[in-house]
Structure formats: C-alpha cells, structure tokens
C-alpha cells in the first residue's frame, strides 16, 4: 500500500517547483509562484480520480474527518455512529467538535453492520460513519437508504481504500462526504494530508472555510477577507501537495500493482479449505492494499499471527491483540483519559463503553488476519511469501 515504496523522478520535480518559487503556503503570494499551485492542482486532479464535484484538501485524514462533521453541522452533543473497527482517528475527529461517538458493531466485510446502525439510531443521532478498512467496504446502499429515511448525514472514511470502487463509482464518492488520508503510509502520500470530497456545494464552501481559520477566500487580498464563521487551520502546504500530485497521477499503476499481487497470495492461500475470505458487497472492487482473510477461531488466528511474525512474514496485523485499530484495546477512550475536561455529554456518551461488549465484532476480528500488500516486491519475494504463509497456516491448523 505504502505510496512512499515508489517514489521517484516525478515526485522530485513537482517538490522542486515549490522550493524553486519558495512559496510554501497554498493560498496567496501570487506573484511569487510562477504559476505554481500544488494543492489546487492537486484538488483539481482529485475530483477526477474519486469522480466528485468538489475536493479540500486538508492537514491529515483525521482533520479530513473532523472538517467533513464540521462542514455538515455536527457538533456539540450530536451523536455519530462508527464502527468498533477502524483507526482511532474517527472518535478523535468526532470529539474534537464536542460530538459522541457511538460505536457498534461490524459484519463479515469487516465494515460497519447495517443491523447495528439502525439499532444504535436515538433522536441524538445526526451523523454514520462507514469506515472502509484495509482496501474494502460494507454495504454502502443499505446504509445509505438507512441514512436517508432517518435523515442522517453519511460519512466515508475511504482513507485505507483509495481506489476501490462500488457500483463502478470510486468509494469515498458515494456518501454525502468523503474522507482520504494521504499520510505517510496510504497509497497516496503526501507525507501529511488528506482530503473532504462532496457533491454538496455548501458542505464544500464550509469545508473550504473552516479549514482555513473562517476565511471566505474571495479576491485575492487575504488581509481583506472576511470570515463568515468560525474555523481552524487545517491547511496543507505546498511541498506536501506537490508530493501527492506526482502520487495521484501514478494510482492506476499503484493498484494494478497491488491487485496483481493480492491475487498471487490470494490464490495460493485460498487452497486451504479452512481459510476464508472478507465478504466484498456485490458491486464492490477492493483496492486491493490488505488481503484480509479469516481463520476457524481466535486460537487459530493468534497461532497463524505468532507463525507470520517468528517466519518472517512482516506486515500481517490481527487486530484482536492489536492496539490501534480495535475496540478492545481502547483504554484510553473507555477511561476517558483526556488532559482537558470532557463536557458532561460526551463522558455521559462515553459511560456505556466500558461495560459493552461486541460479541458479533470480536467473532470477527478475533478470526481476522490482514496483510498488507506491498507494490515494491518482486513477483519472486510475492510467490515466496505466499509459499510460506500457506505452509504456516496449515502448520497451525495441525497443531
Ligand atoms: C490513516 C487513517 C486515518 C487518519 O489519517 P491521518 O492522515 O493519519 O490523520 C483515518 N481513518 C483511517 C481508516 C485511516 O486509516
């Protein structure tokens, strides 16, 4: 996945246009620039890789996540429904606006459960966000018929699923806004950054505003702008939208890369009658960045983990055991660790966390294992590797 395994003459020449004018700010310094504007070419260039009317480009994926929220009107009490699997960005953008997280359970996708979306739905509930994990999505129409007839704000957070698609359409592009991360490891880097896509011209206009301390961007006097509301800075630079500009243009090559790698331990593994693998929703094409299988129980799948590691097959995650990106190792959440005062509706929100359990999520991600698929081996090191996980999992299945 990892956008960096590439880099190369096309990155360094759009780097050195920024360093050769000097201007590392993406707004202003017209004259200075010599015509170079990395993030909004970078903008440009993404509305036509996720098919979307409009693109901002912001500091990280999670600012992308907080700005989305913000740019739809949560806030202050307005609870969000998220998954139990996913980075641990999504509560922290959810409760950096004084919004709850309320969090369920996902299904065989490995995303969120519809089931569970509906049964979490209180008058509270303003926004659900679908976080497409490790190259794949959930059921994205069910969710988004569940979000229309409660009138609910749909988020994605396609930030681990950069160019895999749903009905043909890019994922990130099917919610009423879109979040990406272009941080250092995603298959599109820019170091730091990431990305708010919508078709909502005045989700945009907010998301263009507030990710740049309220300013209305009109003229080109930034003394003189007003500031219709409140923000923050979010703002990318230009060095790092430069990064992101060669990056985007190489993505078809990226996940013809990956899928044809996927596929090679995909068909190996798929031998073993034991193994299972992530349902993908009729419709859906992974970006193939993960290949994400299951074992028969969690004993297996932490045996298969400790083979992977003690044989050197790097890059395998079984998030059960894992602390970032799974539920049960989220002490700091559930203890409401904070260094600043929470307000009393989100430690009310909070209280549930620490006595629920996920029964349906642990039988998932307990089996689960998920393996990075990197662009810069050889085919030989991919048919190795394959070779040896298949002789690890049967090993572990024996004993
Ligand atoms: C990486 C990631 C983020 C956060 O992105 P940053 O740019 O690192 O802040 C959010 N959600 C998911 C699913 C991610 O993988």
Known sequence: MPGFELFGDLERKEVNDVLDNGVL?????DGMRNGHWKAKALEAEL???FETKHVQLVSSGTAAVSVALASAGVGAGDEVIM???TFVASFEAIMMLGAIPVLVDIDDTLAIDPKAVEAAITPKTKAVMMVQMCGSMGDLNTVQSICEKHDLIFVEDACQAIGGTYDGKPLGSIGDLGCFSFDFVKTITCGEGGA???NNSDYYLNADHYSDHGHDHEGNDRGAETHPFLGYNFR???LNAAVGLAQVKRLPEFIGIQKKHYTIIRNAISQIPEVTFRTVPA??????AFL??????????????KGFKDNGIDVCFHYYDNNWHYIRKWEHLKNKKSLFPLSAEIKQGLENLKHQTFEQSDYFIGRNISCLIKMSWTENEVAKRAENMVSIIKDALKS
Not at 283 to 288: A, I, K, T
Not at 292 to 305: G, H, Q, T, W, Y
């Open 25 to 29: 700010m993406r707004y202003g310094f």
């Open 47 to 49: 509305t036509k890789t």
């Open 196 to 198: 708010v896509i919508t």
């Open 83 to 85: 998954p139990t699997f």
């Open 292 to 305: 994400n299988f299951f074992l028969p129980d969690l004993e297996i799948a932490r045996k298969v983990s």
């Open 236 to 238: 990318i630079s230009e």
């Open 283 to 288: 419709g859906g094409e992974e970006s193939y």
